[in-house]
């Protein structure tokens, strides 16, 4: 992390987990332990939880995020939600492009960009994930596949606009595989993405933005990863569901 340059930030993607109750309960444990934080904190949850979220957060430093938007404000798309949808409640993140979508839910480079487009257009700072299958690493193309998907996504994206973009480079093998990228992976994709920002906006836009790791970081290794310095913060995925690990990290991050 290079905090003079940029924020870091600590966010939890907790997927498909916790009830309304489960998430009031969680966040009533987290805010105590992160009140004093050195990084941005947010929680990304399920739809149905946002509204227990915003109203367990209000008036403290934890922000709400969701793991998901539509790209078109409203109409004949059932079980989706749009981006407009979560800013009339009061969410101001979004997590974009998480490959559980990309590999499960079809979610392919062009709809990614067209998420991360009304997630930017209603105001909401996208978190915009990025990440090589371990196939992709082993035939030496991670590279090329993180420069395609991130060049994909931010196509028609300003350098303004990109200042409510945060990128999340996840290799797929490492989420929640408990198989972590070693630091010096980790910081080697961060850099590669820090690059190509450099060369799509300039170094400004560059020194910047932040680019968190996630897959499988934890308590243990948080600390590591955080002191590479290209890492500006996390994506959580199980660690995020225990108050301690989750404020472990956050603290990891604070120093
Ligand atoms: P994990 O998930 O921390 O459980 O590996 C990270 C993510 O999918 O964002």
């Known amino acids: 992390m290079n905090k003079q340059l940029r924020k870091a930030v600590i966010a939890g993607n907790w997927k498909m987990n916790k009830t309304p109750a489960q998430a009031t309960q969680l966040i009533n444990e987290i805010k105590p332990l992160v009140k004093d934080a050195g990084c941005d904190v947010v929680v990304c949850v399920p739809y149905i939880d946002l509204q227990a979220a915003l109203a367990a957060t209000v008036g403290t430093n934890v922000k709400v995020g969701a793991e998901n938007c539509h790209w ?19 969410v101001t993140y979004v997590i974009i492009g998480h490959s559980e979508r990309r590999t499960y839910f079809g979610d392919t480079d062009l709809t990614v960009k067209k ?59 490492a989420i929640g595989t408990g198989k972590t990228a070693t630091a010096e992976q980790a910081n080697e994709v961060n850099k590669a993405i820090r690059d190509l920002i450099c060369e799509l906006y300039g170094k400004a836009a560059a020194d910047k933005i932040t680019v968190q790791y996630g897959g499988s ?11 590479q310095p290209d890492v500006d913060g996390g994506l959580i995925g199980g660690a995020s569901l225990k108050s301690a690990d989750f404020a472990a990290i956050v603290a990891a991050a604070s120093k």
């Open 72 to 90: 078109e404000p409203s109409g004949a798309f059932t079980g989706e939600i749009s981006a407009e949808m979560l800013r009339s409640m009061g």
């Open 115 to 173: 998420r991360l487009r009304a997630a930017i257009d209603n105001g909401l700072t996208a978190i915009l994930c990025v990440g090589e299958y371990l196939e992709q690493r082993e035939q030496g193309i991670t590279a090329e596949v993180i420069r395609t998907q991130t060049k994909i996504a931010l196509g028609g994206i300003s350098e303004k606009e990109l200042e409510k973009v945060i990128i999340a480079y996840e290799p797929v093998w």
């Open 217 to 227: 970081m934890n308590a243990g290794n948080a600390q590591e990863l955080l002191a």
